[in-house]
C-alpha cells in the first residue's frame, strides 16, 4: 500500500492529508502531520472526498450542447476538436481587440495564479470569484485597516479571551480543524470564550457565554465595548499614541456615541453585560483576541462592522501579541513566487472588474465584487461574447440564483458562449454549450498553503494519488493548451509541457527540493521567526545613503534599482527603522479619509468605525416577518457537497429553524410544511419569490430570526444530491456592503405563513 502526502480541497481550509492507496484505489484519508494547522487531523469534509473520485455521475468526457441551452442533449467529442472550437472563438475576440468580452468566473481558485496568468496573457481583466459573496467585507476591513494582508490570525493557543462575532468555527471558517484543537487546548487551559451569534451554532455552544444578537448589530455591540473600555480607561495607551494614525482623545470624543444602552436596545445584549464583557476583554489583554465571520459581515454594513471588530484588538494593545490577534500572509506565492515568464496586468477596466458603484473596493480589492455579475449582465450594464466557468455553480451558490442567475445563463443574448470546466454535472453545467471535465483535487497538482496558525509561513504540494478516469484533465493542462490553440502570443507565456511540469518548476526553489516535498507534502519555514509584532521587524537600511528618504512623518522610503521610484519600507520608530504596518502611513488604521474622499462617509465621524443599521433593524417587523440567515453545517461546504454519499449520510436536508416561541404564534409545529416569502422593498420593488420549506422548532435561535443551512436544493449534480432539500438563495437579493462590497446575505426579510 502506497502512502501519498496531498492537500484537501473539500473546503477552504486546504488541510494537509495522506491518502492510502492500493491497486490504484484510495483506501483511506487521514491528515498529514506536518501540516502546521491541522497539525495530523482531518475533519468529516476531508475524509468523505474519496466519494468525489468514485462518485458514479461524474464528468468522464468532452461534450458539446446539440439541442436548446439547458435541454440536457449533449455529443460527446475529441479533445482536439473542444480545443479548436473553443480557440477559434477566443482567436476572434482577441483579433477584433475585444479581450474584455471573455469573462473567466470561477469558484475555488487554488491554482493561485495559474488563471490570472491566462486572463493577463488572453487580456481581459474579468477573472471574476465568489470572494464578494465569501468574506469581502472582512477581508477589506483587514486590508484597510492592518495592510499586510486580508486575513486574521489569532494566537488561540496562547489567548486568555477569545471573543467571537458570528463565527462558527467548530464547524465552518477557513482555518476550521487547525482554530478548533487550539481554542479547545486554550480553553483547557482557562481562556475564557463569548459568542455573538443569531445561532445556537456548535461553537455557540461550545462557549463559556451565547449572547443572541439581532442580525447585523455585531458592529454596534463592539463599538460598546469600545465605548467602556475608553471611558474607563482601559486602553492600550501606548499602542494606540504610537502605531495607530488617531490619539486616544479622538477615540474617546468617537466612541461616546456608542454607548452600552444604545448597544442593547439595537442588539438586544444587555447593557450590564456589554459593560462586563469590555471590561474582562481589557484585563484579558494583549492575551485577548476577537474572531469573526458571516455572522457579523454578512450585512449592508458589513465592513464597518468588521472594522469596528477588529479595532477592539488595537484599543487594549493585543494586535501581534502572544495570545492576541495576530497576522501574517497566507499566499503561497510570498514563500515560493510564481515561475516565469508572466504576462502583463490588463490595463483596461470594465464593468464588471470594476463596478462603479463600489469605489473602495475596486481601490483596495479588484475583481472582488460578486453579487453585481448577473444583474449587470441582466441589465445589459455590462456585456460579454464567452464565459468560461470553472469550479463554479452559480445557478446554486449565487443570491437569486435559481431565478436570476439562471436566466442570464439560459440568455444566449446575455452569455452568447459558455464554456464549463466542472468536474461534475452541475446547474452550471446543465446550461453551458462546451463541457471539458476537470480533475479532482486527489487527481491533480498545486502548490497551497492557508495563514498558519504556527505564524510560520509553510508550503504544501497538492499531487494525484490516483488517475482520472476517463479523459477527466487538470485545469493547468487544460489552459495550457488552449493558450496554444489561441495563438503565439498567448503560447509564449505557458512554456510548459503540462501541469506537473509547471509545478516542479515552481517548486523548484523550496530549499529541501521537489524531490523531498513530493515524500513529505509540507514545507514549514523553520528558518522565519514567528510572526509576533511583526510591525516592530527592523529594516536594515543605511539612513545615509542618498537613495534613502525620511519625510517629516517618519516615513523610510528607498529609490528602486529599476526605477526612479521611490517605495516606502519602513517607519523610523524610537531612532530605528522598523516595518510597521503595511498602510500608508505604516500605522494602524482607526481613520480612513478615502472614505470621505470617495463620497462614502457623509458624516465627519463615518471615517471611523461606526454603525449603521441594516433595513431589517429599521423595519418594524410583524409577527410573520422574520430576517432569514443561512449558515453551513459541520460535514458540508455550501452546495459542493452534497453528492458525497457519506456527507449527506450524516447530514442529508435543510430544515428552516425557528424558535418555538415564534412557531407556536402562526400555528406551526414541528416537522410542518411552511411558506417563506420574501418581503418587498418599499425603495425597490421584487419579484415574488416563496419556497416550501420543513419546520425544525428550537430555542437555539433568536426569536426574530429564521436559519437554513445552503447546502442543498439541487436539481441536477447527480443522483445523490438532486431534489435534497431547500435552496434559499432564491429568496435573497443581490446587493452588497456599499463600501466592502460583500454580499448582504444575512438581511433578507421573509413572511411565513403555513402550507395549506
Given at each position: 500500500?502506497?502512502?501519498?502526502?496531498?492537500?484537501?480541497?473539500?473546503?477552504?481550509?486546504?488541510?494537509?492529508?495522506i491518502?492510502?492507496?492500493?491497486?490504484?484505489?484510495?483506501?483511506?484519508?487521514?491528515?498529514n502531520?506536518?501540516?502546521?494547522?491541522?497539525?495530523?487531523?482531518?475533519?468529516?469534509?476531508?475524509?468523505?472526498a474519496?466519494?468525489?473520485?468514485?462518485?458514479?455521475?461524474?464528468?468522464?468526457?468532452?461534450?458539446?450542447?446539440?439541442?436548446?441551452?439547458?435541454?440536457?442533449?449533449?455529443?460527446?467529442?475529441?479533445?482536439?476538436?473542444?480545443?479548436?472550437?473553443?480557440?477559434?472563438?477566443?482567436?476572434?475576440?482577441?483579433q477584433?481587440?475585444?479581450?474584455?468580452?471573455?469573462?473567466?468566473?470561477?469558484?475555488?481558485d487554488?491554482?493561485?495564479g495559474?488563471?490570472?496568468?491566462?486572463?493577463?496573457?488572453?487580456?481581459?481583466?474579468?477573472?471574476?470569484?465568489?470572494?464578494g459573496?465569501?468574506?469581502?467585507n472582512?477581508?477589506?476591513?483587514?486590508?484597510?485597516?492592518?495592510?499586510?494582508?486580508?486575513?486574521?490570525?489569532a494566537?488561540?493557543?496562547?489567548?486568555?479571551?477569545?471573543?467571537?462575532?458570528?463565527?462558527?468555527?467548530?464547524?465552518?471558517?477557513?482555518?476550521?480543524?487547525?482554530?478548533v484543537?487550539?481554542?479547545?487546548?486554550?480553553?483547557?487551559?482557562?481562556?475564557r470564550?463569548?459568542?455573538?451569534?443569531?445561532?445556537?451554532s456548535?461553537?455557540?455552544?461550545?462557549?463559556?457565554?451565547?449572547?443572541?444578537?439581532?442580525?447585523?448589530t455585531?458592529?454596534?455591540?463592539?463599538?460598546?465595548?469600545?465605548?467602556?473600555?475608553?471611558?474607563?480607561?482601559?486602553?492600550?495607551t501606548a499602542?494606540?499614541?504610537?502605531?495607530?494614525?488617531?490619539?486616544?482623545?479622538?477615540?474617546?470624543e468617537?466612541?461616546?456615541?456608542?454607548?452600552p444602552?444604545?448597544?442593547?436596545?439595537?442588539?438586544?445584549?444587555?447593557?450590564?453585560?456589554?459593560?462586563?464583557?469590555?471590561?474582562?476583554?481589557?484585563?484579558a489583554?494583549?492575551?485577548?483576541?476577537?474572531?469573526?465571520?458571516?455572522?457579523?459581515?454578512?450585512?449592508?454594513n458589513?465592513?464597518?462592522?468588521?472594522?469596528?471588530?477588529?479595532?477592539?484588538?488595537?484599543l487594549?494593545?493585543?494586535?501581534?501579541?502572544?495570545?492576541?490577534?495576530?497576522?501574517?500572509?497566507?499566499?503561497?506565492?510570498?514563500?515560493?513566487?510564481?515561475?516565469?515568464?508572466l504576462?502583463?496586468?490588463?490595463?483596461?477596466?470594465?464593468?464588471?472588474?470594476?463596478?462603479?458603484?463600489?469605489?473602495?473596493?475596486?481601490?483596495?480589492?479588484?475583481?472582488?465584487?460578486?453579487?453585481?455579475?448577473?444583474?449587470?449582465l441582466?441589465?445589459?450594464?455590462?456585456?460579454?461574447?464567452?464565459?468560461?466557468?470553472?469550479?463554479?455553480?452559480?445557478?446554486?451558490?449565487?443570491p437569486?440564483?435559481?431565478?436570476?442567475?439562471?436566466?442570464?445563463?439560459?440568455?444566449?443574448?446575455?452569455?452568447?458562449?459558455?464554456?464549463?470546466?466542472?468536474?461534475?454535472?452541475?446547474?452550471?453545467?446543465?446550461?453551458?454549450?462546451?463541457?471539458?471535465?476537470?480533475?479532482?483535487f486527489l487527481?491533480?497538482?498545486?502548490?497551497?498553503?492557508?495563514?498558519?496558525?504556527?505564524?510560520?509561513?509553510?508550503?504544501?504540494?497538492r499531487?494525484p494519488?490516483?488517475?482520472?478516469?476517463?479523459?477527466?484533465?487538470?485545469?493547468?493542462?487544460?489552459?495550457?493548451?488552449?493558450?496554444?490553440?489561441?495563438?503565439?502570443?498567448?503560447?509564449?507565456?505557458?512554456?510548459?509541457?503540462?501541469?506537473?511540469?509547471?509545478?516542479?518548476?515552481?517548486?523548484?526553489?523550496?530549499?529541501?527540493?521537489?524531490?523531498?516535498?513530493?515524500?513529505?507534502?509540507?514545507?514549514?519555514?523553520?528558518a522565519?521567526?514567528?510572526?509576533?509584532?511583526?510591525?516592530?521587524?527592523?529594516?536594515?537600511?543605511?539612513?545615509?545613503?542618498?537613495?534613502?528618504?525620511?519625510?517629516?512623518?517618519?516615513?523610510?522610503?528607498?529609490k528602486?534599482?529599476?526605477?526612479?521610484?521611490?517605495?516606502k519600507?519602513?517607519?523610523?520608530?524610537?531612532?530605528?527603522?522598523?516595518?510597521?504596518?503595511?498602510?500608508?502611513?505604516?500605522?494602524?488604521?482607526?481613520?480612513?479619509?478615502?472614505?470621505?474622499?470617495?463620497?462614502?462617509?457623509?458624516?465627519?465621524?463615518?471615517?471611523?468605525p461606526?454603525?449603521?443599521?441594516?433595513?431589517?433593524?429599521?423595519?418594524?417587523l410583524?409577527?410573520?416577518?422574520f430576517?432569514?440567515?443561512?449558515?453551513?453545517?459541520?460535514?458540508?461546504?455550501?452546495?459542493?457537497?452534497?453528492?458525497?454519499?457519506?456527507?449527506?449520510?450524516?447530514?442529508?436536508?435543510?430544515?428552516?429553524?425557528?424558535?418555538?416561541?415564534?412557531?407556536?404564534?402562526?400555528?406551526?409545529?414541528?416537522?410542518?410544511?411552511?411558506?417563506?416569502?420574501?418581503?418587498?422593498?418599499?425603495?425597490?420593488?421584487?419579484?415574488?419569490?416563496?419556497?416550501?420549506?420543513?419546520?425544525?422548532?428550537t430555542?437555539?435561535?433568536?426569536?426574530?430570526?429564521?436559519?437554513?443551512?445552503?447546502s442543498?436544493?439541487?436539481?441536477?449534480?447527480g443522483r445523490?444530491?438532486?431534489?435534497?432539500?431547500?435552496?434559499?438563495?432564491?429568496?435573497?437579493?443581490?446587493?452588497?456592503?456599499?463600501?466592502?462590497?460583500?454580499?448582504?446575505?444575512?438581511?433578507?426579510?421573509?413572511?411565513?405563513?403555513?402550507?395549506?
Amino acid at each position: 500500500m502506497k502512502r501519498i502526502p496531498t492537500m484537501c480541497l473539500n473546503c477552504s481550509t486546504v488541510c494537509g492529508m495522506i491518502a492510502h492507496v492500493k491497486g490504484g484505489r484510495i483506501i483511506k484519508l487521514e491528515g498529514n502531520p506536518l501540516d502546521p494547522n491541522a497539525r495530523g487531523k482531518l475533519c468529516a469534509k476531508g475524509q468523505a472526498a474519496i466519494n468525489m473520485v468514485e462518485d458514479p455521475d461524474r464528468l468522464h468526457y468532452p461534450m458539446r450542447r446539440i439541442g436548446a441551452r439547458g435541454s440536457g442533449k449533449w455529443e460527446r467529442i475529441t479533445w482536439e476538436e473542444a480545443i479548436s472550437d473553443i480557440a477559434v472563438r477566443l482567436r476572434k475576440l482577441r483579433q477584433e481587440k475585444r479581450p474584455e468580452a471573455l469573462m473567466l468566473q470561477y469558484g475555488r481558485d487554488r491554482t493561485n495564479g495559474f488563471l490570472d496568468r491566462f486572463t493577463d496573457a488572453f487580456g481581459t481583466p474579468n477573472k471574476l470569484g465568489h470572494r464578494g459573496l465569501c468574506s469581502l467585507n472582512k477581508r477589506m476591513a483587514i486590508k484597510a485597516a492592518l495592510g499586510d494582508t486580508d486575513w486574521d490570525t489569532a494566537d488561540f493557543l496562547q489567548s486568555r479571551f477569545i471573543l467571537n462575532f458570528g463565527s462558527n468555527f467548530y464547524e465552518a471558517h477557513q482555518g476550521h480543524v487547525g482554530m478548533v484543537a487550539r481554542v479547545a487546548e486554550a480553553r483547557r487551559n482557562g481562556a475564557r470564550m463569548v459568542t455573538f451569534d443569531v445561532r445556537l451554532s456548535h461553537t455557540a455552544a461550545q462557549s463559556d457565554e451565547w449572547q443572541p444578537i439581532f442580525p447585523g448589530t455585531d458592529g454596534m455591540v463592539a463599538l460598546a465595548i469600545g465605548h467602556v473600555i475608553l471611558e474607563e480607561n482601559l486602553q492600550n495607551t501606548a499602542f494606540i499614541e504610537n502605531w495607530t494614525n488617531v490619539t486616544v482623545a479622538e477615540l474617546k470624543e468617537h466612541y461616546k456615541r456608542y454607548t452600552p444602552a444604545f448597544a442593547e436596545r439595537e442588539s438586544g445584549v444587555s447593557a450590564e453585560v456589554i459593560r462586563r464583557i469590555a471590561r474582562d476583554f481589557a484585563e484579558a489583554a494583549p492575551h485577548a483576541t476577537t474572531v469573526s465571520n458571516r455572522g457579523a459581515h454578512a450585512h449592508f454594513n458589513g465592513f464597518h462592522n468588521e472594522w469596528a471588530i477588529l479595532c477592539l484588538n488595537a484599543l487594549v494593545g493585543s494586535i501581534g501579541e502572544p495570545g492576541g490577534l495576530c497576522y501574517l500572509s497566507g499566499d503561497v506565492n510570498q514563500s515560493v513566487p510564481q515561475p516565469g515568464p508572466l504576462p502583463p496586468k490588463p490595463k483596461i477596466r470594465t464593468e464588471l472588474s470594476h463596478p462603479a458603484a463600489y469605489p473602495f473596493a475596486n481601490e483596495l480589492y479588484p475583481r472582488a465584487v460578486s453579487s453585481t455579475i448577473y444583474p449587470d449582465l441582466s441589465s445589459g450594464r455590462a456585456q460579454i461574447d464567452t464565459l468560461i466557468s470553472y469550479y463554479v455553480n452559480a445557478p446554486m451558490s449565487w443570491p437569486e440564483g435559481p431565478t436570476l442567475v439562471r436566466e442570464v445563463l439560459l440568455s444566449e443574448d446575455k452569455v452568447p458562449f459558455h464554456v464549463a470546466i466542472d468536474a461534475f454535472f452541475s446547474e452550471t453545467v446543465e446550461v453551458a454549450d462546451y463541457v471539458l471535465p476537470d480533475v479532482t483535487f486527489l487527481e491533480k497538482w498545486d502548490l497551497d498553503a492557508r495563514n498558519s496558525y504556527d505564524l510560520r509561513p509553510y508550503v504544501g504540494l497538492r499531487q494525484p494519488v490516483v488517475a482520472p478516469p476517463g479523459e477527466c484533465r487538470d485545469i493547468r493542462d487544460i489552459l495550457i493548451r488552449l493558450a496554444h490553440a489561441i495563438d503565439g502570443e498567448m503560447a509564449k507565456w505557458f512554456p510548459y509541457a503540462d501541469a506537473e511540469s509547471f509545478v516542479r518548476a515552481w517548486a523548484s526553489t523550496i530549499p529541501v527540493g521537489f524531490h523531498t516535498l513530493l515524500q513529505s507534502g509540507i514545507w514549514v519555514d523553520q528558518a522565519a521567526q514567528q510572526a509576533y509584532r511583526p510591525y516592530l521587524q527592523p529594516v536594515r537600511v543605511d539612513l545615509s545613503h542618498p537613495d534613502v528618504h525620511v519625510d517629516a512623518e517618519g516615513i523610510v522610503t528607498q529609490k528602486s534599482l529599476h526605477t526612479d521610484a521611490y517605495k516606502k519600507i519602513g517607519v523610523l520608530w524610537n531612532g530605528v527603522v522598523v516595518r510597521g504596518f503595511e498602510t500608508p502611513d505604516r500605522r494602524f488604521h482607526f481613520k480612513l479619509d478615502q472614505l470621505r474622499k470617495l463620497s462614502l462617509a457623509h458624516e465627519d465621524h463615518e471615517i471611523y468605525p461606526s454603525y449603521f443599521s441594516t433595513w431589517a433593524r429599521r423595519a418594524a417587523l410583524t409577527e410573520r416577518e422574520f430576517v432569514l440567515t443561512t449558515f453551513k453545517w459541520n460535514v458540508h461546504t455550501q452546495s459542493r457537497t452534497a453528492n458525497q454519499q457519506w456527507l449527506t449520510e450524516i447530514v442529508g436536508d435543510n430544515p428552516c429553524w425557528i424558535h418555538p416561541l415564534s412557531a407556536v404564534r402562526l400555528g406551526i409545529r414541528d416537522g410542518d410544511l411552511m411558506i417563506l416569502r420574501r418581503q418587498m422593498k418599499e425603495s425597490a420593488p421584487l419579484p415574488l419569490v416563496e419556497i416550501c420549506v420543513k419546520a425544525f422548532l428550537t430555542e437555539a435561535i433568536h426569536p426574530q430570526v429564521v436559519a437554513i443551512s445552503a447546502s442543498f436544493g439541487h436539481w441536477q449534480y447527480g443522483r445523490t444530491a438532486a431534489f435534497r432539500g431547500y435552496n434559499p438563495n432564491a429568496l435573497i437579493e443581490s446587493a452588497a456592503d456599499p463600501i466592502g462590497g460583500g454580499q448582504a446575505w444575512n438581511d433578507t426579510i421573509v413572511q411565513i405563513f403555513t402550507a395549506d
